[in-house]
C-alpha cells in the first residue's frame, strides 16, 4: 500500500533520516520503535505527507504524493490520511460532535453529512452520552477517543499515530491499544504507530525498530 524509498532528511548538520526503505501493507497494524532522536516522528510526519524529506519518494498504492503541488497534497491528506498525537489537540471552543465533524467539513461535505458521519463514529466508540461535551469536560481517555473519531471521520486508508499513548494512565492505554485492533477488523484501516509502550509493539502486526536515522531491523509476523 505505501512504499517507502530512500528517504533522508537534515536539519541543519544533522541528519534525522538516512537513506530509509519500508513497505506498509494494507491492513496492518506497524509499530515504529526506537531511542529518543531516532528519526520516528520525522519519518511518520514524511509518510503523512506533513514534511518534505530532501531526497526519495513516497507512493500510495503506485502515486507518488510528494510530486503533488501543495494544495493538492492537501486534499489527498485530507481524504486518505488520519493523524492521531499524543495529545489530542481538539478544539476547546468546539463540542466532541463538532471537533469530529471539522475535517469531514474541511473537505467539501455538507455539515448535515459531516455531523452524521461523526454521530455514527462517536457511537461506535462508547462516547454518545459524551457527543455534546467540550473537551474541558471530558476525561483524558474520552478525549484520546475522540480524537481517534476525528481521524476516521473522512474514512481514510491510512490512520498515523504519533504516542497516542502516551498521555493516558495504563486503564486507558489499554482500552486505546484495543481499539485500533478493532477498528482494523471493523473498518479495514491501516495504522503506523510510533511508541514507546512496549505492549502495544509487541501486539502489532511488524515491529520497525529505528536508531540514528535508519531502519536496524524489522520483527513480527509478516
Given at each position: 500500500?505505501?512504499?517507502?524509498?530512500?528517504?533522508?532528511?537534515?536539519?541543519?548538520?544533522?541528519?534525522?533520516?538516512?537513506?530509509?526503505?519500508?513497505?506498509?501493507?494494507?491492513?496492518?497494524?506497524?509499530?515504529?520503535?526506537?531511542?529518543?532522536?531516532?528519526?520516528?516522528?520525522?519519518?511518520?510526519?514524511?509518510?503523512?505527507?506533513?514534511?518534505?524529506?530532501?531526497?526519495?519518494?513516497?507512493?500510495?498504492?503506485?502515486?507518488?504524493?510528494?510530486?503533488?503541488?501543495?494544495?493538492?497534497?492537501?486534499?489527498f491528506?485530507?481524504?486518505?490520511?488520519g493523524?492521531?498525537?499524543?495529545?489530542?489537540?481538539?478544539?476547546?471552543?468546539?463540542?466532541?460532535?463538532?471537533?469530529?465533524?471539522l475535517?469531514?467539513?474541511?473537505?467539501?461535505?455538507?455539515?448535515?453529512e459531516a455531523?452524521?458521519?461523526?454521530?455514527?463514529?462517536?457511537?461506535?466508540?462508547?462516547?454518545?452520552?459524551?457527543?455534546?461535551?467540550?473537551?474541558?469536560?471530558?476525561?483524558?481517555?474520552?478525549?484520546?477517543?475522540?480524537?481517534?473519531?476525528?481521524?476516521?471521520?473522512?474514512?481514510?486508508?491510512?490512520?498515523?499515530?504519533?504516542?497516542?499513548?502516551?498521555?493516558?494512565?495504563?486503564?486507558?492505554?489499554?482500552?486505546?491499544?484495543?481499539?485500533?485492533?478493532?477498528?482494523?477488523?471493523?473498518?479495514?484501516?491501516?495504522?503506523?504507530?510510533?511508541?514507546?509502550?512496549?505492549?502495544?509493539?509487541?501486539?502489532?502486526?511488524?515491529?520497525?525498530?529505528?536508531?540514528?536515522?535508519?531502519?536496524?531491523?524489522?520483527?513480527?509476523?509478516?
Amino acid at each position: 500500500m505505501i512504499k517507502v524509498r530512500d528517504i533522508s532528511k537534515s536539519y541543519d548538520n544533522l541528519k534525522v533520516l538516512d537513506g530509509i526503505n519500508l513497505d506498509i501493507n494494507r491492513g496492518e497494524v506497524v509499530s515504529i520503535v526506537g531511542p529518543s532522536g531516532a528519526g520516528k516522528t520525522t519519518l511518520l510526519q514524511i509518510i503523512g505527507t506533513l514534511d518534505r524529506p530532501d531526497s526519495g519518494t513516497v507512493t500510495y498504492e503506485g502515486e507518488d504524493v510528494l510530486s503533488m503541488k501543495d494544495r493538492s497534497l492537501a486534499r489527498f491528506r485530507n481524504s486518505n490520511i488520519g493523524f492521531v498525537f499524543q495529545f489530542h489537540h481538539l478544539l476547546p471552543e468546539f463540542t466532541m460532535l463538532e471537533n469530529v465533524a471539522l475535517p469531514a467539513m474541511i473537505g467539501g461535505k455538507k455539515r448535515d453529512e459531516a455531523f452524521a458521519m461523526a454521530r455514527k463514529l462517536i457511537d461506535y466508540l462508547g462516547l454518545a452520552d459524551r457527543r455534546s461535551h467540550k473537551p474541558g469536560e471530558l476525561s483524558g481517555g474520552e478525549r484520546q477517543r475522540a480524537a481517534v473519531a476525528r481521524a476516521l471521520v473522512n474514512n481514510p486508508r491510512v490512520v498515523l499515530a504519533d504516542e497516542p499513548s502516551g498521555s493516558l494512565d495504563s486503564h486507558n492505554r489499554h482500552e486505546l491499544h484495543r481499539l485500533f485492533f478493532d477498528l482494523r477488523r471493523d473498518m479495514g484501516q491501516t495504522f503506523v504507530i510510533v511508541t514507546h509502550d512496549e505492549s502495544l509493539a509487541e501486539e502489532c502486526d511488524r515491529v520497525i525498530h529505528m536508531r540514528d536515522g535508519r531502519i536496524t531491523d524489522i520483527t513480527g509476523r509478516r
